[in-house]
Nanobody
Framework: QVQLVESGGGLVQAGAGLRLSCAASGRTGRMGWFRRAPGKERELVAAITWSGGSTYYADSVKGRFTISRDNVKNMVYLQMNSLKPEDTAVYYC??????????????????WGQGTQVIVSS
């Protein structure tokens, strides 16, 4: 497993943007961003293949969020624009050492960050 550390969360007003970053302690395969809102299950927000050539977005964030990665720096990012109050959640970075394709479920990942809180006020 690798260690993952997220940063970039905070409190913003609706319509604003935030950029989340996740630093990995080593090389990773597939990566993804999940979130857990109060009282809800953890859900996949966005995923990216090892090469960065393919991405996946949940319907709720499509067109507003962008996932990207830098394999030289062992970083993955989530650019979040036009934030809505319903985006309020703890956001988690996830990675898998061997998987190179898109991971769409929790079981597709073997390492998790501690989470970063995003609060969007109306």
């Amino acid at each position: 497993q690798v260690q993952l550390v997220e940063s970039g969360g905070g409190l913003v007003q609706a319509g604003a943007g935030l950029r989340l970053s996740c630093a990995a302690s080593g090389r990773t395969g597939r990566m993804g961003w999940f979130r857990r809102a109060p009282g809800k299950e953890r859900e996949l927000v966005a995923a990216i293949t090892w090469s960065g050539g393919s991405t996946y977005y949940a319907d709720s964030v499509k067109g507003r969020f962008t996932i990207s990665r830098d394999n030289v720096k062992n970083m993955v990012y989530l650019q979040m624009n036009s934030l809505k109050p319903e985006d309020t959640a703890v956001y988690y970075c996830a990675s898998d050492r061997r998987g190179i394709d898109l991971g769409r479920t929790v079981r597709d990942y073997d390492s998790w960050g501690q989470g970063t809180q995003v609060i969007v006020s109306s």
